[in-house]
């Protein structure tokens, strides 16, 4: 049976659980509101694009489950970027879909027409442009693997969501198990282990029993937030960290927070502490429509 690439987008989500999608709606996305009722999603409709971003963004801060914003492309996905900025500081599991001009008319001044997934990677863990109606499903259900690590922008244009495929509606949607084995093995021989969960990650891992010290670590302020009392000190004393859903930054002062002979684990791998006075590498990894599978 053929589908409409606006349906198989729908079920995509269904199939992934995706419950509620905070929307706002414009021309390049209409065929998904109609997808939406027969895939049974509930749609959120908002005023302003960016609030769509921010209730996707604390739908997976709270939950722990994938949120997904959905925008019209253009001025829509402009006004949305800015609210990505926020939900990347705290890696929150999210999806920003963005319509998009008419693959078919790109180049000749299509409407609306944007550089959408460049002006959208520097904000997000990926972002890319749906790239034939066969891909729909795909590159939905690798959006939603990859949001596990914070947010991913996909723009789905006009004419995908129109055109007719035959391709399946995606049913595996979970990580790769990377570098777990070596994580469990390290955790399990450490005698003052210790696991850090960033927002996204906090109340998944609350939910899951066990004798692992477990701190979450919400506030911008990091370690010289006054709420964690002596935090700073526990740091200090671990001698393996594993990081879920929390980068290595400057709430953790870059790894001055640890031992120097402080073993730092994230999904990953191992993460390498820079040495005393280091300087911070700040280029920018860019990943635009050409950003290829993982």
């Known amino acids: 049976m053929k589908l409409r690439g606006a349906d198989v987008l729908a079920r995509t989500l269904a199939a992934a659980g995706v419950r509620n999608v905070f929307a706002l709606s414009g021309n390049h996305v209409m065929p998904v509101f109609d997808a939406a009722l027969d895939a049974k999603l509930n749609i959120i409709h908002v005023r ?11 739908w997976g801060r709270l939950t722990g489950e994938v949120g997904v914003a959905l925008v019209t492309g253009g001025p829509g996905h402009a006004n949305a970027l800015g609210a990505l900025y926020t939900a990347l500081a705290a890696e929150s599991p999210m999806v920003l879909l963005s319509g998009h001009a008419p693959l078919g008319e790109l180049g000749k001044g299509a409407f609306q027409e944007m550089a959408q ?66 994580n469990l093995d390290a955790l399990r021989n450490a005698k003052r282990p210790l696991v850090i969960a960033g927002p996204g990650a906090m109340r998944a891992q609350a939910r899951k029993p066990g004798a692992m010290p477990v701190i979450g670590m919400e506030s911008p ?19 393996v960290v594993l990081l879920l859903g929390k980068p290595l930054d400057f709430t953790l002062k870059f790894g ?19 040495p005393p006075g280091a300087a911070q590498d700040e280029s920018p990894v860019v990943l635009g429509d050409s950003c290829p599978a993982t």
């Open 256 to 274: 001055g927070a640890f031992a120097q002979d402080c073993r730092i684990l994230s999904a990953a791998g191992d993460v390498d502490l820079p």
């Open 221 to 239: 302020r990091g370690v010289n937030d006054p709420s964690l009392g002596k935090l700073s000190e526990v740091l200090a004393k671990a001698d």
């Open 48 to 58: 302003h694009e960016a609030a769509a971003v921010h209730m996707a963004d604390a």
């Open 117 to 182: 997934a460049e002006l959208a990677a520097p904000l997000t863990k990926g972002s890319w442009t749906v790239r034939s109606v066969h891909a729909v499903g795909a590159d939905l259900a690798r959006a939603l693997r990859e949001a596990r690590k914070g947010p991913v922008h996909l723009s789905v244009p006009s004419d995908v969501l129109d055109a007719q495929t035959q391709a399946k509606v995606p049913a595996e949607f979970s990580l790769p198990e990377k570098a777990q084995g070596q």
